[in-house]
């Protein structure tokens, strides 16, 4: 909206947001450079403060909004924007599933070279209380709550819209005795402290699977902080203890100690039943994965004869569905507790055409390859990092006619969307999914169909 010279630090200008950018800030131009406006929605006039200029774009924060957004909405969290959780509890949610549509779309035009449309985003019915996982950072003064935006910095957050009561309670809990018994919290720069998370799941009967995340193999106390979780979590089904000793910003260390009850928790999933241990991948929103899982097996166009492989396969939750429809399923996974789940899981339901293999997605898709295995169909639902390019390689190999990309990353989608390409497969069809409601999130099925040898 203002034409000037130079931009600079600590200016006020007016500007008018045009869109958003990746991370939900607005996007506005002055003299045709880009500034990001963190907090800012589409549409609205806002006198701003410039915080940083590079050489391409500039960061500013809101000194006052003139012209507000119909979409704006006051937020109904405490702890919003200092809590990094949430990124749109100050936007109406149509709103929120717009920006994230039009984000997957894109970022597969503009990072995959792809033209596909994202054919819809599949909104969540409930916005609240709609994670079945949460992981509480814990500072050295003993704050139990969720990292300040871009920091390690903990905002002791008593309360969270997003997660089960449960989790609240276990952390409430965790809180007291830290404080009775005087146990410090992990001090991530010295390296000292004993408590660094805690780690929650939650079923849909409401049942507990509780995980104290420690730097050490042993706690001052132990029977006090079970009977304090359990009292808090009366249907929790089982208290572990995670040793990670490592200066690292990884949650999980490789050691388990069950203090109390079942070191897995079982949860039902599309008619299934799965079990699930602490450190396997399983979606975080139940609701909003079966309308993902759904989409996946639709775009896989499964008749009851193929062979299907599913890479980064957790705690065999597609594999399952697959194997479902597929005459022979087939799925791969790096961790030994989600391939020992997946197993049982399994064989708790009946399933005989699924089989799991243990070890890296890159090793096991090239022994595929090189022992001629020929799938009809490739899944993958690879880490926020994407495929490795020897992974898309080796499914490259194999040649199935179809791969279904489930991702929660839409710029490594794309990217691996483009070197898909190159091996003669194009985005026939791509669907997101609001897995993660109020957080600058959004999962995505892709299909691609290999259009060349």
Not at 11 to 21: D, K, L, M, N, S
Not at 106 to 133: H, P, T, W
Not at 156 to 162: I, K, M, T, V, W
Request: glycine share 8%; with cysteine; aromatic share 6%.
């Amino acid at each position: 909206m203002e034409t000037i010279q130079e931009l600079k630090k600590n200016q006020i200008h007016t500007v008018r947001i045009e869109g958003y950018a990746d991370g939900g800030a607005g996007v506005a131009r002055i003299d045709g450079r880009v500034v990001f406006v963190q907090g800012a929605l589409r549409g609205e006039t806002c006198r701003v403060l410039i915080l940083k200029v590079n050489k391409r774009v500039a960061y500013a924060k809101i000194v006052e909004v003139l012209s507000p957004s119909a979409h704006r909405m006051t937020s109904d969290c405490p702890y919003f924007p200092r809590c990094g959780g949430c990124t749109y509890r100050h936007m109406e949610y149509a709103e929120e599933k717009q920006l994230k549509r039009q984000r997957v779309e894109d970022d597969l035009r503009r990072l995959g070279g792809s033209d596909v449309a994202v054919e819809a985003i599949l909104g969540a019915d409930a916005i609240q209380r709609c994670r079945n996982k949460s992981i509480w950072p814990v500072s050295p003064n003993g704050a139990v709550g969720f990292y300040r935006a871009r920091t390690h910095e903990v905002v002791n957050a008593e309360r969270c819209l997003l997660v089960h009561p449960a989790a609240e309670a276990a952390a409430d809990a965790l809180r007291a005795w830290m404080a009775r018994w005087d146990v410090r919290g992990y001090d991530e720069t010295t390296g000292e402290g004993l408590i660094r998370h805690l780690f929650t799941r939650n079923n849909t009967k409401g049942q507990s699977l509780l995980c104290v995340v420690a730097n050490a193999t042993s706690l001052p106390h132990e029977r006090e902080l079970v009977e304090a979780l359990r009292g808090a979590c009366p249907d929790t089904v089982g208290i572990l203890l995670n040793t990670n000793m490592k200066k690292t910003n990884v949650v999980l260390g490789d050691s388990y100690r069950t203090l109390w009850g079942s070191n897995r928790i079982a949860d039902t999933l599309c008619g299934f039943t799965f079990l699930i241990s602490v450190p396997s991948f399983y979606q975080v929103n139940h609701a909003q994965c079966e309308k993902l899982y759904a989409k996946a097996v639709e775009f896989a166009g499964l008749t009851g004869e193929e062979t299907a492989l599913d890479l980064y396969c957790g705690a065999g939750t597609i594999t399952l569905l697959l194997a479902r429809y597929a005459k022979r399923a087939i799925g791969a996974e790096i961790v030994p507790e989600a391939i020992a789940d997946a197993r049982d899981s399994a064989e708790r339901n009946g399933v005989k055409n699924a089989e799991f293999f243990l070890g890296d997605a890159s090793a096991v898709a090239a022994k595929f390859a090189a022992e001629g295995l020929r799938p009809d169909v490739v899944t993958v639902d690879p880490p926020r990092k994407g495929l490795a390019e020897d992974v898309i390689r080796a499914i490259g190999d194999m040649a199935p006619p179809r791969v279904v990309y489930v991702s929660c990353d839409p710029a490594t989608l794309s990217r691996d969307v483009r070197r898909f390409a190159e091996l003669g497969y194009a985005a026939a069809r791509a669907c997101a999914v609001d897995m993660f409601p109020r957080a600058d999130h959004v999962e995505t099925v892709v299909l691609l169909s290999r259009t060349k040898d």
